[in-house]
């Protein structure tokens, strides 16, 4: 049965053995995603001094643009866009824009549709706030499925991007989870074939973008100062892992989801870290270079990624 929920209060999804925790009045991040005892997230602070800040951590959705952007003001899809006019955008340690407008948002439309999955939208037009900064009217949603698995968990995200307002709509929205990384002396990371991206000092692609050539699956340290953007090298389905003494976890997506973001940044020794595996539809700035993908008007675009969480040594 679907039971709306305020959107000022967070909510608990369950399965057996496996719960994830959802705040609506922080841009619906999920801060907590347990299999049994096991934290499998990581947060950059304690929750409460995480949610009063604007950082990244846990599962957060980055729309309308996946990390950085160019420029402030800028063309896409036929309509002038001014960032320069947003009071607290977020932004990196070169003032460029990051990480898009909803991680902090709390204006979201939340329903429950049973013990274990949970819908949440923004109808974009309704909030003057928003059009201002992205000024195409639609309706985003995102739905979380979580689901017991052989000896762990699995948990399905699905953003849908409708354009119901009569006009295209551009789609740059991709996802940054924090995978906790307990001992990173002994876990790994599992990257698929893949296309790396050349990135200039300020950490956005080298103009004109090209991928270059395919780059074999690897396997390389979990906390080894990665940050790099591939493109996918296949139109079906990638899949990358994390192996760690205790757990294996996989984060698989295909089309539209396009590109991928490997930040696993380095630690002390005998410190506890966190990787990200991040799935984007497009490369970082598409949106201020006006080359990301279009959602025309009357139809609906759909992005689904899934990670799976398992116990180390199970099949």
């Not at 049994?36 to 951590?57: I, N, Q, V, W």
């Not at 789609?171 to 002994?186: E, K, L, S, V």
């Not at 790994?188 to 956005?204: E, F, Y």
């Not at 699956?217 to 591939?230: H, I, R, S, T, V």
Request: glycine share 6%.
């Amino acid at each position: 049965m679907t039971m709306h929920l305020p959107h000022d209060t967070p909510f608990t999804l369950r399965a057996h053995g496996t719960d994830l925790t959802i705040e609506p009045q922080a841009g619906c991040v999920a801060t907590s995603w347990r299999l049994g005892a096991r934290e499998m997230l990581a947060l950059p602070a304690p929750r409460e001094a995480f949610l009063k800040s604007a950082r990244t951590g846990g599962i957060p959705l980055l729309y309308p643009y996946a990390n950085r952007l160019r420029t402030d003001r800028f063309n896409v899809a036929g309509r002038e866009v001014n960032l320069a006019l947003q009071p607290d955008l977020k932004r990196d340690g070169n003032g460029l824009p990051i990480h898009g407008l909803l991680l902090r948002w709390n204006q979201w439309s939340v329903e429950r549709l049973g013990d274990s999955s949970a819908r949440a939208s923004i109808r974009w037009a309704e909030h003057a706030s928003l059009m201002r900064a992205f000024p195409f009217k639609h309706t985003m949603r995102v739905m979380w499925e979580l689901a017991t698995i052989d000896r762990g968990a699995s948990l399905r995200v699905t953003t849908e991007i409708d354009a119901d307002g009569g006009m295209d709509v551009p789609a740059a929205f991709g996802w940054h989870p924090y995978f906790a990384i307990t001992n990173p002396a002994n876990a790994q990371v599992h990257m698929p074939s893949r296309r790396p991206i050349t990135l200039d000092a300020n950490g956005v692609p080298a103009m004109p973008m090209h991928p270059g050539a395919t780059v074999a699956p690897q396997a390389m340290p979990a906390c080894g100062g990665e940050d790099a953007l591939f493109a996918a090298d296949s139109a079906a389905s990638v899949t990358a892992r994390i192996t760690q003494s205790d757990l294996d976890t996989s984060i698989t997506f295909g089309n539209p989801y396009a590109f991928m973001q490997l930040y696993a940044p380095k630690v002390a020794p005998n410190a506890a870290g966190f990787a990200c595996i991040e799935p984007m539809l497009c490369a970082t700035s598409a949106l201020s270079d006006d080359n990301a993908p279009v959602v025309r008007a009357g139809t609906t675009l759909r992005a689904v990624f899934e990670i799976r969480a398992t116990a180390a040594g199970a099949p």
